[in-house]
């Protein structure tokens, strides 16, 4: 996919590490799924992720790279609606 500039945000709430997990967490997601993502936030445990688009495969996906962080909370958002909520 030559071309195309995709930019993503990651919000760790000021701590680094959590930014760390935020993109360990990003590139475990397949790379054409990650087109869909455009912020990632790490607040307290909770994973929350911009999408720009309703896509059950992108939740799954980020469902399944967050537990590699052993972490299970995850809170999926588009178009400023919370479209999608796991707790494991």
């Known amino acids: 996919m030559s071309g195309i500039n995709i ?23 397949a790379k054409d799924l990650r087109l869909h993502i455009v912020k990632l936030t790490d607040n307290e445990g909770t ?18 790279a967050w537990a590699l962080e052993s972490e299970y909370h995850v809170i999926i958002v588009h178009d400023k609606r919370i479209v999608c909520e796991s707790y494991g």
């Open 7 to 29: 930019d993503i945000m990651f919000d760790g709430n000021g701590e680094h590490w959590r930014i760390d997990r935020l993109i360990n967490t990003y590139m475990r997601i």
């Open 47 to 64: 994973l929350t992720a911009i999408v720009r688009d309703k896509n059950i495969n992108t939740y799954n996906a980020l469902k399944d």
